[in-house]
């Protein structure tokens, strides 16, 4: 069976659509959340107006397959296309916890 990632997604977004940024995403959210394999998602917004990255989308997934799956799907690119947002999502597993 397979681990349990974590999903981390920086986004820049330009001054000023920050409320389209976080409609488009809750939008996506909401797909995302009947997709097997889904755990729970956080978006966390940068409190420094100057952060290259102002907002960064933590999410939980059962495994790396399901993520795959659940973001090859149409309806997800078609949400994610209606953006003009540079993104950087990446798999993680937990290497320290305390």
């Known amino acids: 069976m ?8 920086v986004f820049s977004v330009p001054q ?7 409609k488009v995403w809750t939008e996506a ?14 978006l966390h917004r940068s409190i420094d107006k100057d952060a290259k990255f102002q907002f960064i989308n933590v999410a939980h997934w059962q495994s790396a397959e399901a993520w ?3 973001f090859s799907k ?5 949400v994610g296309s209606q953006a003009l947002f ?6 993680y597993k937990v290497e320290v916890e305390s």
Request: without cysteine.
């Open 2 to 9: 397979s681990s349990p990632v974590v999903l981390i997604n």
């Open 16 to 22: 000023g659509s920050e409320e389209q940024f976080v």
């Open 29 to 42: 959210l909401d797909l995302m959340k009947n997709e097997p394999g889904f755990i729970d998602a956080k």
């Open 68 to 70: 795959k799956n659940a």
């Open 74 to 78: 149409p309806q997800l690119k078609a």
């Open 86 to 91: 540079e993104e950087n999502p990446a798999l």
